[in-house]
């Protein structure tokens, strides 16, 4: 078997458990190590929660932190219940894999082995133990889980046997697009129905149990049932809105043969526009910025939503990127203009001397460019040149280009729109971006005045848009939430055509470092590719596709 890549985090939330905590924290770190040294896993962690203990539990593992590297403690103030240091650990947790149990090991700890092999044999996304025996802890407390088990399984459809239990291994590709919201004990309850509904994959194994024999079972007396409908019946409304992708399962192992499981193809192509519907295009900034970009946007097409990519020439990247191009013929190719940021121009500062500075930079931002535009000190002759070689730079690569947008979207201004413009006729261009609701909410108003004046020049000379577009305000942080609100928002619009701009990138990124623009290209790029993505497309009742199919729709 080839060693794994991927990364593990270990998660236990912790309250008061100060007499058997050192055993967990060791048995753990065993677990781990033996995963590392099988090629199971490439590393791990071990991420504790004290979720405000009254007694020495923090102090201990705070003590066995600083021997143990590997052992990280976040601590709340405050106590914020299971479901609280729940949501802090999966936000905190930085591994690719996370295993969320608790301290006192309701079940082996070897078991996790067990689990990742599911994970990878069956393409799952969320792996959830199950006991069986669940009458070790007596006959009532059989009673409470059964009960609970079944309202769960009448009030969403779900099919997990044991929702409650605490031994779930999770991608956190998929923590980080679902928006849970409880502090209780529900908490396993709401993550398992909307991993289902989002059309995430759930594979259910079952393991030998080992009672609780300090502390107290969340499910052990009629108040804390009682507190766990009230819960119930508060996020009902929400939940069960949300509707199902279409093809999701719940599935025991047994129920597939594991080579149907492994062939299984994933997620099927996009198909292309049929006229009439309405086209969504999934656009991918900065393609050549850095290899972790340019890597990412490839990866965000193959296996995500991304259908088009705007590619910045004078990226440090681009030579060395650029030709990747040529193997994914199904991805949009536009042109990211640029006469703002960290990267020199292509031309030489005696060529377009009125964009750069006396050390031949350009200006850092669209704040310090504009300023020089209403002072009227840049010449657009200057623009033209630049934003030619950049153009043509990029049509060497010999690839049909579908779209002129610019970076920072400076285009909207009225000095920068018309040569954009006037490049996209002469080049027989036939779309550019209109990038509504851009910088935040407040900039924004000004904006998509400007959008509105790109929209009529862009009419009056011929030129494509998509009618409606959103990326995030600001753009660049994006998760599953912000999605889905930006997708909403767009299908309100009630226009055919509608682009959504991101920035997708690999996590771990060492040329990124000097880009300091706050975006999490990581996180971007685990949403783009999961399928809550491809589900709320759906939802929506949008068809992928690209600049070139614009004239398909209008």
Request: proline residues 6%.
């Amino acid at each position: 078997m080839e060693p794994s890549r991927e990364t593990l985090t270990i998660l236990f939330p912790m309250w008061n458990e100060e007499a058997i905590v050192p055993a967990t924290m060791q048995a753990a770190l065993e677990v781990g190590e033996s995963l590392v040294a099988d090629g199971e896993i490439a590393d791990f962690e071990v991420l504790v929660v004290d979720d405000a203990s009254s007694d020495l539990s923090g102090e201990i593992v705070d003590k066995i932190a600083v021997n143990e590297n590997r052992v990280r403690v976040v601590h709340h103030d405050d106590n914020r219940g299971v479901g609280g240091a729940l949501r802090t650990g999966f936000n905190t947790a930085t591994s690719d894999l996370v295993l969320y149990t608790h301290t006192d090991l309701p079940c082996d700890l070897v078991e996790l082995q067990r689990a990742l092999r599911l994970m990878r044999s069956h393409r799952a996304d969320l792996v959830s133990a199950y006991r069986h025996n669940r009458l070790g802890e007596g006959p009532r407390q059989y009673v409470y889980s059964v009960a609970w088990n079944g309202l769960v399984r009448v009030a969403f459809g779900l099919g997990v046997r044991d929702v409650n239990f605490p031994f779930k291994l999770c991608r956190r590709s998929m923590l980080d697009q679902l928006e849970l919201s409880s502090d209780k004990s529900f908490v396993d309850t709401e993550l398992a129905v909307r991993a289902e509904r989002s059309g995430f994959r759930i594979i259910q194994f079952g393991v030998d149990y080992f009672p609780r024999k300090r502390g107290v079972s969340t499910l052990s007396s009629p108040p804390d049932i009682l507190a766990m409908v009230g819960d119930l019946l508060g996020s009902y409304r929400e939940l069960a809105r949300l509707r199902p992708l279409p093809g999701s399962t719940v599935e025991n192992p047994s129920s597939e043969p594991r080579a149907a499981a492994r062939n299984r193809a994933r997620t099927p192509p996009a198909p292309r526009p049929d006229p009439g519907s309405r086209l969504l295009i999934v656009n991918a900034d900065d393609f050549g910025l850095t290899t972790g970009i340019s890597n990412g946007i490839l990866q965000a097409h193959r296996e995500g939503i991304v259908t088009s990519t705007s590619v910045l020439a004078v990226g440090p990247a681009f030579e060395r990127t650029a030709p990747l191009l040529g193997g994914v013929p199904e991805l949009g190719v536009g042109v990211h203009l640029a006469a703002v940021g960290e990267d020199p121009p292509l031309l030489a500062a005696h060529e377009i001397p009125t964009l750069v500075d006396r050390k031949g930079r350009l200006p850092s931002s669209w704040r310090q460019f504009t300023l020089l535009a209403f002072a009227g000190r840049v010449d657009p002759d200057d623009l033209r040149r630049e934003f030619t070689a950049q153009l043509e730079r990029v049509q060497a690569l010999g690839i049909p280009i579908t779209h002129l947008d610019t970076h920072q979207h400076l285009h909207l201004w009225p000095i920068v729109r018309e040569v954009v413009l006037e490049l996209a006729g002469a080049k027989a261009i036939a779309a550019v971006r209109v990038p509504y609701g851009s910088g935040g909410r407040v900039i924004s108003l000004g904006t998509d005045r400007l959008a509105v004046a790109l929209e009529r020049r862009a009419d009056e000379i011929g030129i494509g848009y998509p009618e409606a577009s959103a990326g995030l305000d600001p753009s660049g942080p994006l998760d599953g939430a912000a999605l889905a609100r930006a997708l909403d928002r767009l299908s309100a619009s009630g226009h055919p055509t509608l682009e959504l701009w991101s920035h997708p990138g690999e996590r771990r990124d060492p040329e990124r470092v000097r880009y300091r623009w706050g975006y999490r290209w990581g996180d971007e790029l685990a949403v783009l590719t999961g399928p809550a993505a491809r589900y709320v497309v759906a939802r929506q009742g949008f068809t992928l596709g690209t600049f070139a199919d614009l004239a398909l729709t209008a």
